[in-house]
């Protein structure tokens, strides 16, 4: 099994920037890998990135245009997004889920998710 929660989130300015962080537990944790997903109000689940149980390997989505960054620190049991020069677009619940069972970019793919943590940007 796999624990995650996540932090991080708030109402920020366009153009700001914000570090998520997902903590993540269990007996397993550190060997699966680990991605973040958004969902913006109405909207269906959105990927962002994935990054693999050694933190070396990551995959983005087409909309990240460099403005997020995926990384993760097993010793600290942590998992970060780096989000750069943030839009209002970007205002949604974002989730840290680990281990997919199918395509790292599909979503509904991933076992174990956190609760989330809400970014709200305004312009």
């Known amino acids: 099994q796999v624990q995650l929660v996540e932090s991080g989130g708030g109402s920020v300015q366009a153009g700001d920037s914000l570090r998520l962080s997902c903590a993540f537990s269990?007996?397993?944790?550190?060997?699966?890998?680990m991605g973040w997903i958004r969902q913006a109000l109405g909207k269906n689940h959105e990927f962002i990135a994935h990054?693999?149980?050694?933190?070396?390997?990551?995959t983005y989505a087409h909309f990240v245009e460099g403005r997020f960054i995926i990384s993760r620190d097993n010793a600290k049991n942590t998992l970060y997004l780096q989000i750069a020069n943030l839009k209002p677009e970007d205002t949604a619940m974002y989730y840290c889920?680990?281990?997919?069972?199918?395509?790292?970019?599909?979503?509904?793919?991933?076992?174990?998710w956190g609760q989330g943590t809400q970014v709200t940007v305004s312009s």
């Open positions: 269990g007996s397993t944790a550190s060997s699966v890998g």
């Open positions: 889920a680990a281990y997919p069972v199918g395509s790292v970019m599909s979503p509904l793919t991933y076992k174990h």
């Open positions: 990054i693999d149980n050694g933190g070396f390997g990551t």
